[in-house]
């Protein structure tokens, strides 16, 4: 009894009683080629938040199972990922933190109050909250974002000492005035990297059979790493050129811990949680969609409000920090045959078992080589091609595309996305606040009636009728009053104004106000003003809103053709 | 030439060489009695704003020549009002100036900014601001600003010395433990102006003639203003009883001077002066197209901007404070009788009289009796109707009335304005992003189609027809998506997809993918999206897109009788 009641809310208790042996062999592979490619990028991503490596690592266990149990989609991988960690370390350095013991406290403390977010919208129901961002914004922001966290790399790359703190412009600035600090022995290594990356998941792999090429493919940066731990360890790259090494890495497991309570330390950091939350979420879900739309699986935002929200708890109680969906990493487990969140489980065991006995030999591992791998994995997320269908199907989104970009790039992660929803807004706004209103006439011989413009309609000259193609609200009931006005001041002979309501499925009070207005101002010039087509849930609030009484002698029809009859 | 082109821009040029001589008699009599109540009132405002009463006179002299000469409404009567009073008085206290100098030049700079920036949205022709806030949500602001207009004047009411800076709930809770401080004299006065001046408005005047009638229930607060001196002077009510009186005003006209330039200041109130613009902008827009409403004139929005930002230019340089278009002295100047814009021109005339003339006679003038004015005219901007009409029409508007109201109280008219702005928008989004979707079949015999719901309509099973009643836009685009999954994976004999557009107006870029997302789930799935009555506006932009190369074996008909015809 208890189960079932239960069963909505932890999904494994649906998939786990029913999984079949043949599922078993996907979800083991998958695993263990996901937890190739998380050991690395967990810890390169760690570097992107400014953190120390086996952060990326602990963040990568505990979340991964809880997810599992809770998770509504049955392939999306939880860790760490860019942005998350980009926003992580922005606000850490804003903070102006630099005590190593203090920096895991608080990216902790983010990951526990992120944890909280998520479960307090869940609470309210709020994972509509995905709704204030359209796509282009989103693209926009996610382009810029990939920017920024490659420029993340830069020091670590060319292995100079950069403050923190830089902007993007800064950054530029700095490298180019300190271009005779460029380690070159690092710089070798990093190009190295990145072109062994691109060559091992490209051209090398794509002649295989798919199958072999596939798994090849996906173990380019453990090959990487291998290779670039040996000639660090062989040729004694760190001490002889002083290429950046990972160091040592505490092994074991993380201490399961709960983070102090300091409420004054908490209200600080909330605000930048919540944004994390909110944009953690938002990267999570629409990765568990696109992967879900391809099985027709279901995701429920309310669900991954929950799951999402005790990965991060689980974090936080691990010593890691906020984490979220990746899409490249669910990518790979899905293509590698992830058939059930077993093998994010055996992924998280995996990394678990990496934690306890790999650590040393990761001693040698140069930093480049991590900062290699981010970017070749965000690289994938400039995306040219949303931008390219939106300048062709609609310039402003186009427009709101790339000012989000900008304002990422400019003013930073956290106000770059609030701006990017403002202009989404705005720009649905100022749309909708010059309705297109339609002149329409009758095709001769039916009972048809379309725009005048585009058809060769019959009118009548005592009669106007106006199709109104937008629901009426508050943002253009100024732009209605003008624009009815108008036509009626053009023209005298005009006694009767049928108002046809086929496209308007809203009317909201201050609309209602402005009907009432234009009803009284008609009045006095000699026309009555008539409604056709009025829909069922519009007509039925109209009536609760004593509107009716303010007709006078106008008329509700229920087609236009009815209202031509009529009144001709 | 020039004449005309420059008439567009200076209305003055249109309206002063037709000017007929039987129009004058009827511009006299309004700016005779809009000068009468105009003299006490814009000390009272001045007051309102913490600054001395001579900087409201001064503010209504230049500004109101100015809009005569470039405002597009004929009968308006620019000058300080509560609202601008209110927020310029909070900004100064914000700002902690206790300095008498430095009040006047930062009021002064406060109009050359809030003259600058409506300026500025007149060259970026931004006059559909206006949009952004629903009727609902003016209606909650008014009311609370008049609400906290008359708590600022608690104090001379009740002679009581009060810290500046206390919020709503503190003034009361000050008052109730200075209990013991008031001063019976100046709450006896005050009573008694507010009693007067309600029983000549209404009891005493109603039952003379209206024309009369009319006149003098205008000049009460003359009436009042009078009386109040002439006890104040006979019996020294300020030496015997220490009853506040206004004091010497220094006679003649404001000094004509340019506000200091002083960047970092103007930088620290630049974000208030923009939303007093707005603000003032928003208040005067509504009072000219009410006004214009009533004798079929045109107002225009872009004209205003101009005629405002030009009359708060004038107000700055002649050592006034920012002003905007009043409602009850409009509507005075209006029923008095104003033909044109001539009646402001005299209005202005008379003010600056009273500086040189009669600033002696007003030492005398008790503060009580400003106060009482002010209370007396703001009352009238409490409204109740409004809310009971939402209430009825539709709760969520209702909510959002309240809601504007109590956080215009809680944290103040910058805040509370901008809050408002956000209720307004997330209710649309959050209303539009689930938006109604009928399932539609055909009217036995007919070519009409209607909801199954609500009409006895026959349907086929291979075919689900659907019609969207809403334009698609990022913020409904997951809820389509989910929607129509669902509908189709609830009834596997469904082969053909209608989807009725006749109620959309507009597709994002956003939309537009899901609809591609939703057209190639469906595909896998078996079944084929067609699409029927999609309006030209957006025919022409999906033509654009590249979208019916997606479509695969998709049609798009021009009905839906079409599209079930060639189904079926």
Same mark, same amino acid.
């Given at each position: ?12 208790? %649906? ?98 109050? =992120? ?103 996906? =173990? ?26 990972? !160091? ?65 708890? !689980? =974090? ?20 590698? !045959? ?119 309609? %019959? ?54 106000? =402005? ?54």
């Amino acid at each position: 009894m208890l189960r079932q009641k239960l069963k909505p809310f932890i999904p494994i208790l %649906e998939w786990l009683p029913s999984y079949k042996r043949a599922q078993f062999s996907g979800d083991l592979l998958a695993g263990i080629i996901v937890a190739i490619v998380l050991i690395p990028q967990s810890m390169a991503y760690a570097m992107v938040a400014g953190l120390p490596p086996q952060v990326g690592l602990y963040a990568s266990v505990l979340p991964l199972m809880l997810y599992s149990l809770f998770g509504s989609s049955r392939t999306m991988a939880v860790g760490p990922v860019g942005l998350m960690s980009l926003m992580t370390g922005s606000l850490l350095v804003e903070m102006g933190i630099t005590d190593p013991d203090q920096l895991l406290s608080i990216s902790a403390l983010l990951a526990l109050l =992120s944890g909280l977010t998520l479960i307090t919208m869940r609470l309210l129901k709020l994972g509509s909250v995905i709704n204030f961002l359209s796509h282009p914004v989103i693209s926009g922001f996610t382009s810029a974002a990939a920017i920024l966290i490659m420029f993340s790399q830069l020091k670590h790359l060319l292995g100079i000492k950069m403050p923190s703190g830089l902007g993007l412009a800064e950054k530029i600035g700095f490298t180019l005035s300190n271009i005779d600090q460029i380690n070159t022995v690092t710089l070798l290594v990093a190009l190295f990297s990145i072109l062994l990356l691109i060559i091992i998941r490209g051209p090398l792999t794509s002649r295989l059979p798919p199958s072999i090429g596939g798994i090849l493919g996906k =173990s380019a940066p453990l090959a990487v790493v291998i290779i670039s731990i040996l000639f660090a360890a062989i040729f004694q790259l760190s001490e002889n050129y002083q290429l950046a090494i990972v !160091g040592a890495i505490p092994a074991g497991l993380p201490n399961l811990a709960i983070p102090e309570i300091d409420l004054p330390l908490w209200e600080k950091i909330l605000h930048g949680a919540i944004l994390i939350a909110v944009v953690g979420f938002l990267e999570s879900i629409s990765v568990a969609k696109a992967l879900a739309s391809r099985r027709r699986e279901k995701i429920d935002a309310n669900q991954e409000l929950l799951a999402l929200g005790t990965a991060n708890l !689980g =974090s936080a109680f691990s010593g890691g920090y906020p984490v979220a969906g990746g899409l490249g990493r669910s990518m790979i487990n899905f293509s590698s !045959g992830a058939n059930t969140p077993l093998a994010g489980i055996i992924t998280a065991l995996l990394l678990g078992f990496a934690l306890i006995c790999l650590t040393p030999y990761l001693y040698y591992l140069p930093r480049a080589v991590l900062s290699a791998i981010i970017i070749v994995a965000v690289s994938g997320l400039i995306d040219f091609k949303t931008f390219k269908k939106a300048w062709q199907y609609d310039r402003s989104d186009a427009v709101s595309l790339l000012t989000t970009f900008f304002a990422v790039l400019i003013i930073g992660v956290e106000l770059g996305i609030l701006f990017g929803a403002i202009i989404s807004v705005s720009l649905y706004l100022h749309r909708s606040s010059q309705p297109h209103i339609a002149i329409v006439g009758r095709i001769a011989g039916s009972e048809h009636f379309r725009n005048i413009d585009r058809h060769d309609v %019959e009118t009548h000259p005592h009669i106007l009728a106006l199709r109104i193609d937008e629901n009426l609200y508050f943002a253009n009931t100024n732009y209605l009053e003008d624009k009815i006005m108008e036509m009626i001041v053009d023209n005298s002979e005009i006694k009767e104004l049928i108002l046809i309501c086929s496209a308007i499925n809203f009317i909201d009070t201050s609309a209602l106000d =402005s009907l009432e207005v234009i009803i009284e101002r008609l009045k006095n010039a000699g026309v009555t003003v008539h409604f056709a087509e009025v829909k069922g849930p519009v007509m039925d609030k109209l009536k609760k809103g004593n509107f009716l009484a303010h007709l006078g002698e106008g008329k509700i029809f229920l087609s236009t053709h009815d209202a031509f009859s009529v009144l001709e």
